[in-house]
T-cell receptor, first 115, second 115 residues
Framework: KQEVTQIPAALSVPEGENLVLNCSFT??????LQWFRQDPGKGLTSLLL?????REQTSGRLNASLDKSSGRSTLYIAASQPGDSATYLC??????????????FGKGTKLSVKP | DTAVSQTPKYLVTQMGNDKSIKCEQN?????MYWYKQDSKKFLKIMFS???????INETVPNRFSPKSPDKAHLNLHINSLELGDSAVYFC??????????????FGSGTRLTVV
């Protein structure tokens, strides 16, 4: 059974810092991994998606890496801004049938960037 | 031009009532989903559905039932609502089960409160 873990659960940094959010998954049989952002009381916004054959994806100040064999992904945020404050969710599309073949989420990292 | 839209955004109802949440996607995706986000913010799959197959997470009570009038809609009907059903419900869609480069697209959520 696929399980996704995100560390840390919460992170507070001053504005301008570079930071790394970690995600690990127990089974490397995945199709892809997707990072989302969730603002309080809002829905999920897709940030980056990495296919299992890829090593990284970049979008603006965000860079996501994937090491499938070790079951790890990182989301790197450069030059953090207060507007980056949100909960960041890592989700894995597993290579299983049934309900476990759907997107499996971690519990998220709540990021606070202080001015 | 909202991609995945849910209605209502908020729903407050009494225990024992029956309610429905509607979801529509205009992305032409072939698969739709319902996720539940509990009070601890953990997102868990409830159903996935395409025109061929309904996959139900075994932990979902049979008071919950998805109804799909067509490929672009997947509504969630809940019978005999209980206090523990209070949560945020997210609809999502994907193409080819989420294995493509576009991944999953989520709606903005419906906050259900049972009193």
């Amino acid at each position: 059974k696929q399980e996704v873990t995100q560390i840390p659960a919460a992170l507070s940094v001053p504005e301008g810092e570079n930071l790394v959010l970690n995600c690990s998954f127990t089974d490397s049989a995945i199709y892809n991994l997707q990072w989302f952002r969730q603002d309080p009381g809002k829905g999920l916004t897709s940030l980056l998606l990495i296919q299992s054959s890829q090593r990284e994806q970049t979008s603006g100040r965000l860079n996501a890496s994937l090491d499938k064999s070790s079951g790890r992904s990182t989301l790197y945020i450069a030059a953090s801004q207060p507007g980056d404050s949100a909960t960041y969710l890592c989700a894995v599309k597993s290579d299983y049938g049934g309900s476990q073949g759907n997107l499996i989420f971690g519990k998220g990292t709540k990021l606070s960037v202080k001015p | 031009d909202t991609a995945v839209s849910q209605t209502p955004k908020y729903l407050v109802t009494q225990m024992g009532n029956d309610k429905s949440i509607k979801c529509e996607q205009n992305l032409g995706h072939d698969t739709m989903y319902w996720y539940k986000q509990d009070s601890k913010k953990f997102l868990k799959i409830m159903f996935s559905y395409n025109n061929k197959e309904l996959i139900i997470n075994e932990t979902v009570p049979n008071r919950f039932s998805p109804k799909s009038p067509d490929k672009a809609h997947l509504n969630l009907h809940i019978n005999s609502l209980e206090l523990g059903d209070s949560a945020v419900y997210f609809c999502a869609s994907s193409q080819d089960g989420g294995a493509t480069r576009h991944g999953y697209t989520f709606g903005s959520g419906t906050r259900l409160t049972v009193v």
